[in-house]
């Protein structure tokens, strides 16, 4: 019985066959979806590409950098205060390092000696100018004298000769009368020779003071330039800070021996920082200067957008300017894609808002729809990149100082041409010889 119960083999081939079409249908049906989502994905993704990516540049080989300004002194000293540290915060003309003010002291001091000396030895050129012009006057007495001899001579020669004949004369006192007259010839020779010297003399003298005055004489300016020297000393003792901005590195120690140059500290502005994107060679051929620019810092996430503008490209790679550049002429020879930096610069408000430091990484995105800019700069810059006023007042005082000395040693009786400054020793010139030529002409007192 259970034999006629069992099916054939024909009997289920012919059962299943029915089934067949339903199968391959479904799969018929996922493939077709599934080749549907590609091509909509396709060209989704070609759209976006033509719409969207194409107008974009993006790295995230960026990194925020900014102005590190080291701090070295301009003469070497011994460290007696240090008035900052690291992450401190300083403001412009502050004083950051103080050195040892005694060698520069000491240093004005003799300079000072200097100047005061220097201005009475010219003192003195001007006074002998009447003293040599005096001695001309009395060489030329001399030759006055020296001809009212020789004619007094000449007349009693002659008188002496008209008698020798009948005797009158002795031979002896005719001679004597014959060396009068030489000797009176030779007088004045000598009074026409003391004449010549005498105004030699003068006019080497009047050389040394013609067209200047005492205080612009170049003797009392080279002095002068030796006191501003030694008081630019006294001030440099103070080593400011020349921006605003924050103190990092430093290395100086109290009681150090410095020398001039020798790094102290850096003072870093964080309102100065920009960022260097580093784009492949092929990213830059649609990017171009004042480009708008978002980015993002991984120390702020997503949330924080900056909004910047290319502010101008490298004129090389980063591997032609390291230190040890690249050698390609080798017989094992592998392509790298090389990058180029891109400057970015940013919006100050921003960074106020919220500060960077130099080294964070960033997310850069040139948008490059607008290609009629430039690649490179084509003029200089109008203004300078960035300055300070802090060393222009360390002089001030210095003049003052030397004009105050040079009054002192001019003495009561000075001339007024005499008596100009040495601090406003960059009169005209018109104006120097002058007032150097009525000097030349009077006591100086």
Do not use: C
């Amino acid at each position: 019985m259970s034999d006629n119960n069992t099916p054939t083999p024909a009997a289920t081939a012919a059962s299943a066959t029915p089934e067949a079409p339903a199968g391959n249908g479904k799969r018929r049906r996922a493939l077709t979806a599934l080749a549907a989502v590609v091509i909509v994905a396709g060209g989704g993704w070609g759209l976006y590409e033509w719409l969207v990516a194409s107008h974009y540049e993006n790295t995230d080989n960026a990194y925020v950098q900014g102005n590190v300004i080291q701090i070295t002194p301009q003469i070497g000293g011994t460290v007696m205060a240090i008035n900052a540290d690291d992450t401190d915060f300083v403001k412009a003309g502050q004083p950051l390092v103080q050195l040892d003010p005694a060698d520069a002291k000491v240093a004005l001091e003799q300079a000072e000696a200097a100047l005061a000396q220097a201005v009475r030895q010219v003192r003195t050129l001007y006074a002998n100018n009447g003293s040599l012009a005096a001695q001309v006057t009395l060489r030329q007495s001399d030759i006055a004298k020296a001809q009212s001899d020789i004619a007094k001579a000449q007349d009693d020669l002659q008188r002496r000769r008209a008698l020798s004949g009948n005797g009158a004369v002795s031979k002896e006192e005719l001679n004597h009368a014959e060396t009068a007259l030489d000797n009176a010839k030779s007088q004045l020779a000598a009074a026409q020779a003391g004449v010549v010297a005498a105004r030699e003399q003068l006019a080497s003298n009047q050389s040394l003071t013609e067209g200047t005055s005492v205080a612009q004489h170049p003797s009392v300016l080279a002095a002068a330039a030796k006191v501003r020297e030694a008081y630019l000393a006294t001030q440099r003792v103070a080593m400011p800070a020349p921006v605003d901005g924050y103190v990092a590195k430093r290395t100086v120690q109290l009681g150090q021996r410095v020398a001039a140059g020798t790094p102290m500290m850096s003072i870093v502005p964080l309102n100065q920082l920009w960022v260097d994107a580093n784009f492949k060679e092929v990213q830059l051929r649609n990017i171009r200067i004042d480009q708008p620019v978002k980015l993002t810092a991984d120390v702020y996430g997503k949330k924080v957008e900056y909004t910047g503008k290319v502010a101008g490209l490298g004129v090389g790679t980063g591997s032609a300017f390291a230190l040890l550049p690249a050698q390609n002429a080798t017989g094992n020879w592998i392509k790298v894609v090389q990058r180029v930096p891109v400057r970015i610069a940013l919006d100050p408000e921003q960074l106020k808002a919220n500060p960077l430091r130099i080294g964070l990484s960033m997310d850069a995105e040139i948008d490059i729809t607008q290609k009629g800019g430039k690649m490179l700069a084509d003029a200089p810059r109008a203004t300078a990149i960035s300055q300070t006023q802090v060393y222009s007042k360390l002089d001030d005082g210095a003049n003052a100082e030397v004009d105050r000395i040079v009054a002192a040693n001019l003495g009561r009786s000075a001339p007024a041409a005499a008596a100009q400054p040495a601090g406003r020793a960059a009169a005209t010139s018109a104006t120097a010889g002058n007032a150097g030529h009525t000097a030349s002409q009077s006591h100086p007192g």
